[in-house]
Each structure stands twice: as structure tokens, then as C-alpha cells.
């Protein structure tokens, strides 16, 4: 009963902090590919963005960017809990791949989020990639 039991917590922790970390990862990689394409698209309707600072305010307040919000979410959500112990790594970490798996399915038909993605992924390879990379990771994890 000794060391192996004790030790069993320990690595499905560690096995949720890997699995979170690198969810992580894909996520801040599609997040990158989704801001860059909705910058492009933003620059060709009002012009250049001179600086990432400027960038960087305009994807936190204007409303163009808006819809990358619940991904921009779901990341923090990530850092806190890996921030957390390892109890409750364990227990949330199944709830957040739950959450990205719902949150990354692009639809035609949808409104906000999933609309939106829907687009991105129609105009960017990089997105597509991206999206391709974070799906894979995904079904690597299950459940």
C-alpha cells in the first residue's frame, strides 16, 4: 500500500498539468492565427495599425474583436487553474477540455463565436491549422 498509492495522485495531477499546458499552447497558437487573420481584415477596411500596443488595445476594447473573447477567456481559465492544487487541477481540467471542444466548432449557421471562427477558418490557412493542431490534441486527450 505504501509509495504507489501515494504516488497516484501525484501523477494524474501531473498528467492534467501536462494535458492543460498543452492546451494551452494550441490555444495561444490559434489565438495568434485568429488575431493576425481579423487584423488583416481590419486593416483593409480602416487602415494600418501602427503598433502591436495599438493592436493589442484594440483586440481588449473594440468591437471588431469582440467575438475572440471566449477564447481569450478559456486561456485565463487555463492559467488559473493550473495556478490551483493539484486536486483541483485533476477535477477541472476535464471540464476545461469539455469547454474548448465545445467552444471550437465552427458553424455557418451560428451566431457570435462559432460564426465568426466559421469565417476565419474559410479565410486563413494559418487558422486552419491552427484549429487542426488544438482538434488533434484534443481527441490525443479524450476524456
Known amino acids: 500500500?505504501?509509495?504507489s498509492r501515494r504516488c497516484r495522485p501525484?501523477?494524474?495531477?501531473?498528467r492534467s498539468r501536462r494535458s492543460l499546458l498543452?492546451?494551452?499552447r494550441g490555444l495561444l497558437?490559434?489565438?495568434k492565427a485568429l488575431i493576425e487573420t481579423e487584423r488583416i481584415t481590419y486593416e483593409r477596411i480602416f487602415g494600418r495599425i501602427p503598433s502591436n500596443g495599438q493592436l493589442l488595445q484594440l483586440v481588449m476594447h473594440d468591437p471588431w474583436f469582440?467575438?475572440?473573447r471566449p477564447l481569450s477567456q478559456l486561456v485565463v481559465r487555463l492559467d488559473e487553474v493550473m495556478d490551483r492544487s493539484e486536486r483541483e487541477t485533476t477535477l477541472?481540467?476535464?471540464e476545461l477540455l469539455d469547454t474548448a471542444r465545445a467552444l471550437l466548432?465552427?458553424?455557418?449557421q451560428s451566431e457570435g463565436f462559432e460564426r465568426s471562427y466559421y469565417e476565419a477558418l474559410q479565410r486563413s490557412?494559418?487558422?486552419?491549422?491552427?484549429?487542426?493542431?488544438v482538434k488533434h490534441l484534443l481527441a490525443a486527450l479524450g476524456r
Not at 501525484?10 to 501531473?14: C, F, L, P, R, Y
Not at 466548432?105 to 455557418?108: D, H, L, V
Open 92 to 94: 477541472d481540467a476535464h
Open 22 to 24: 498543452d492546451l494551452r
Open 29 to 31: 497558437d490559434l489565438h
Open 105 to 108: 466548432c465552427p458553424s455557418e
Open 1 to 3: 500500500m505504501g509509495p
Open 66 to 68: 469582440t467575438w475572440l
Open 10 to 14: 501525484t501523477q494524474a495531477a501531473d
Open 125 to 133: 490557412p494559418e487558422v486552419v491549422l491552427a484549429h487542426s493542431q
